[in-house]
């Protein structure tokens, strides 16, 4: 038995302190099998502490994020353990409602537990959620939808301080369909009395997952995947078993690695409809692009040509898939417009493949990219996880070698990048932090003659 009775996470996750050394060149070619989403993990692990009764998970990532959040739940009571890649959580008896700061701040989505804990315990005390850099990233839909069902929420130096005496049904207007607060409001709706409508919902693929796995518990949900979704409150939910479907944006990175290196990816377990803007985008730009039921093939004979993209809430252009998508362009035949609506900070990665030889610049939303040739290997940071698979990508195209620090913050939404690029042809091999530092520090002294 694997990791039973723990949450003690695979050995590559510990492994953070490390540089990804990427040796770029090679065209990548094969077929991925792409494992479970993150995000809809993430938000069903929220969702698990309203049920009472036993929860078995499987096609969890084994991914940073989740290990995080894990312990989270674990501080709240729910018993959590691994079995054999299986997830088993069982938050029946829960034992607290409230988190410090050190278990909190690293996921955005621990905010998500508010509305859970009101629903079981009436109250709770979370200090503010941290997250990738990559925008202010406001809770404020969380806190109106919240206080709409009843709750009080007060942010007290830092901590959310949140209580009900019992939540009710109520008629919720997102002012933008965000995931998060779709997720967290559908989800505490469930114990909810009466019946609650969220208006100007997200249609996310992760939302719709979430109305799945909160079904199997009971739950009555209708309308998820539209712009209105409807939830009438039960008394309780039930444990269950539910598998998490595959990761769209992971799949999508694989196919760029295809789209970038001039290859040909396919990646499998993926329905292709969770891939229309990417394809369709990257069919403008050139690639080659098949799709079956649960497959999707890109390829590329010729380089790429430059194209505009504006992110948007799905079934728009993800922007998760925005940093991927601008090292493809930066190396594609002309210029390129990324328009990036979603966050306005989500452009760490455009200094540093700057340093690679790109030739990108901010103006206002937009990214504007003037196509090169080639790229440059070079020593660069992740400064947020989808900046670090854009530096990956680069990396795999790029001339000779790229070294990548920061990878905990790659490590925390990509199970397994590193080999599962190498399997398909890929050159990446991850260093220990400190004997690479001390080897490049040696080749950096200057020679006594
Ligand atoms: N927003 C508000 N107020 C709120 C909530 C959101 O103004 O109360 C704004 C945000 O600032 C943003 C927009 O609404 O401008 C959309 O944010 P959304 O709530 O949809 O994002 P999220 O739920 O916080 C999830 C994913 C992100 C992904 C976005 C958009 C998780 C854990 N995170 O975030 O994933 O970028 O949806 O699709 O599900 C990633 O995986 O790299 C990542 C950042």
């Known amino acids: 038995m694997r990791d039973s009775q723990d949450v003690v996470p695979a ?31 993430l938000a069903i692990l929220s969702a698990v502490l309203l049920a009472k009764g036993p929860i078995v998970l499987t096609n969890v990532p084994r991914i940073r994020d989740i290990d995080i959040k894990l312990r989270l739940l674990q501080k709240f009571g729910a018993v959590v353990r691994w079995d054999e890649g299986s997830l088993h959580i069982d938050a029946s008896n829960l034992t607290g409602c409230e988190a410090d700061e050190e278990s909190v701040r690293p996921i955005r989505t621990s905010f998500y537990l508010i509305g859970p804990l009101l629903a079981r315990l009436g109250k709770a005390r979370l200090p503010a959620p941290g997250g990738c850099n990559i925008g202010a990233r406001p809770v404020d839909y969380h806190m109106k939808g919240l206080a709409l069902m009843g709750a009080t929420v007060d942010l007290d130096s830092g901590k959310y301080i949140a209580d009900v005496e019992k939540l009710v049904g109520a008629e919720i207007y997102l002012d933008f369909p965000s995931a998060g607060a779709t997720q967290h409001l559908m989800a505490t709706a469930c114990l909810a009395n009466g019946i609650t409508t969220i208006q100007n919902a997200a249609i996310e ?30 008394e309780e939910l039930h444990g269950g078993s539910f ?98 609506t979603i966050y306005e900070a989500r452009v760490g990665h455009v200094s540093q493949l700057n340093r690679m030889g790109a030739k990108i610049r901010i103006e206002g939303k937009s990214i504007l990219i003037d196509g090169t040739d080639h790229l440059q290997g070079a020593i660069v940071e992740a400064s947020d996880l989808r900046a670090g698979a854009a530096l990956v990508l680069a990396g795999l195209a790029a001339e000779g070698e790229t070294i990548i620090k920061n990878v905990h913050l790659i490590d925390r939404g990509y199970e397994n990048l590193e080999n599962t690029l190498n399997g398909l042809g890929g050159n990446i091999m991850r260093i220990p932090l400190a004997e690479w530092e001390a080897a490049h520090n040696h080749a950096a002294e200057p020679r006594l003659h």
């Open 205 to 234: 693929p992760e939302v719709t997952t979430l109305a799945a796995f909160l079904k199997r518990l009971g739950a009555r949900i209708t309308g998820d995947g539209t712009q209105t979704i409807t939830i009438e409150g039960v």
């Open 11 to 41: 050995e590559q996750v510990l492994n953070s302190m490390s540089v990804l050394r990427v040796i770029g060149g090679s065209p990548l070619r094969g077929s991925v099998e792409v494992p479970g989403s993150k995000n809809a993990a």
């Open 243 to 340: 598998r998490v479907p595959e990761d769209r944006i992971q799949a999508a990175t694989y196919l760029m690695a295809g789209a970038i290196t001039m290859g040909d990816v396919t990646t499998q377990g993926i329905l292709p409809e969770t891939q229309t803007a990417l394809i369709n985008k990257l069919r403008e730009a050139g690639a080659d692009c098949e799709e079956g039921n649960d497959w999707v093939r890109v390829s590329a004979k010729n380089r790429l040509r430059g194209i505009r993209v504006k992110t948007m809430p799905y079934p728009g252009f993800p922007t998760d898939m925005q940093q991927p998508m601008s090292s493809v362009l930066a190396l594609a035949d002309g210029v390129s417009v990324i328009e990036e």
